[in-house]
């Protein structure tokens, strides 16, 4: 039976109680830890401490953390933008966590679980946890979510996630994102009160809008599966294709998306929301994301290693992509996009001939549930690629 979430007033106590909650307890938390200094980390920080409330930023680099404090910027990573007054920066794990009462999790997800490890012997006890990165644990095929509760039991774990570009959110453009907690028996009593609730106040403010969803597993594959299609459509695009190729695969990545989302009990609404269809068309939008910007490259002929001018860059979608395409194949759903991003990162495959047998795969039907598959009548095709872009 589902249990609708109830809009939550700013103002609680100006609205009449119908029920048994208290409603005067969704109050925001006023002390706030972000792990990890990188953009979107220090963005999140921005929003926060913009909205009054204390932040705590964790580095892993104390020169890092010295310099945010002492210059009021993040140089290495959103140069040129005065950040807000509460943000104190520090390298000290302990330091960080102190008195916190709530914790967001910025970390890159192949590195999540060691930092799990690091912050269990400093973290409060029932301190809430919201992830801010996005995948699947490569290894296991665990969600993020679920690698925090392996690690961090007792603790109420969630996820931000949304069409967020990080200098967008810290220059305060208007921005819109969804907060997801599983919701226990208590927060359905008392939904006013529950983690996802009073996060979502935090993050309230000035230019940023969240919205608050009870399908943490839906919001979660949203943000891993759309790195990887973000990857596909660079790739496309770099190779020399336009907008009806980019809509294609946002499209039918959003399928790809609502097919593993339900298989693993999430909601195929949810996939169509902010943390799905939102985020994908973003960064599907523009080089400004990595992902579609590692594709965009490698469309345009530029081996692996030379990408991004030969630095060590993080994709969270070339990891995902591996993580995705084999918790896809261990429920049983066909992911023909992610697969084929798959083949060409990490199998040596050919980008055009597996763009081309992408195409010239079967013809299904549009809805799914519609049981048609016709063989396709030139399976040996190639696309027209031209110069690439």
């Not at 830890?33 to 220090?42: E, I």
């Not at 919001?219 to 336009?242: R, W, Y």
């Amino acid at each position: 039976m589902e249990h609708p979430i109830k809009d939550i007033p700013t103002n609680p106590a100006s609205t009449p109680s119908d029920g048994p909650e208290d409603k005067a307890s969704s109050a925001p938390y006023t002390r706030v830890t972000v792990l990890g200094a990188g953009s979107w980390g220090t963005a999140l920080a921005a929003v926060i401490a913009r909205n009054g409330h204390e932040v705590r930023l964790w580095s892993r680099r104390p020169d890092q953390a010295d310099t945010i404090n002492k210059t009021g910027q993040n140089k290495d990573y959103l140069d040129g933008i005065d950040l807000p007054k509460g943000i104190t920066a520090t390298s000290d794990l302990a330091e960080a966590l102190d008195g916190t009462e709530a914790v967001l999790l910025v970390t890159p997800s192949s590195t999540l679980r060691a930092m799990c490890q690091a912050i269990a012997p400093h973290l409060p006890t029932g301190i809430p946890i919201a992830l801010a990165c996005k995948g699947v644990e490569r290894r296991t095929g665990l969600l993020l979510s679920e690698v925090v509760i392996d690690e961090l039991p007792g603790h109420a774990v969630g996820a931000v996630s949304g069409p967020t570009f990080a200098r967008e959110t810290a220059l305060d453009h208007p921005t819109a994102a969804t907060v997801a907690f599983n919701f226990s028996y208590t927060d359905r009593l008392s939904p006013y009160a529950s983690p996802a609730a009073r996060l979502a106040l935090t993050l309230s403010g000035n230019g940023f809008r969240p919205y608050v969803s009870d399908d943490l597993v839906g919001v979660e594959l949203g943000g891993a599966v759309k790195n990887v299609i973000a990857i596909a459509c660079g790739m496309m695009s770099g190779a020399g294709f336009a907008e009806n190729t980019r809509a294609a695969l946002i499209t039918r990545g959003i399928d790809e998306m609502k097919l593993l989302a339900t298989a693993l009990g999430g909601r195929r609404e949810t996939v169509t929301g902010l943390s799905g269809a939102g985020d994908l068309t973003l960064t599907c939008s523009s080089t400004t994301s990595r992902n579609m910007s590692l594709g965009h490259q490698l469309g345009q002929g530029i081996p692996r290693p030379s990408c991004f001018e030969g630095r060590n860059v993080v994709v969270e979608g070339e990891v995902n992509a591996v993580s995705v395409t084999d918790l896809a194949k261990r429920v049983g759903v066909p992911m023909p996009i992610c697969d084929t991003v798959h083949s060409v990162l990490h199998e040596g495959a050919d980008l055009k001939e597996a763009f081309s047998a992408l195409w010239a795969r079967p013809i299904e039907a549009e809805p799914f549930g519609m049981d048609l598959l016709l063989a396709h009548p030139a399976p040996k095709q190639s696309l027209q690629f031209g110069e690439p872009s």
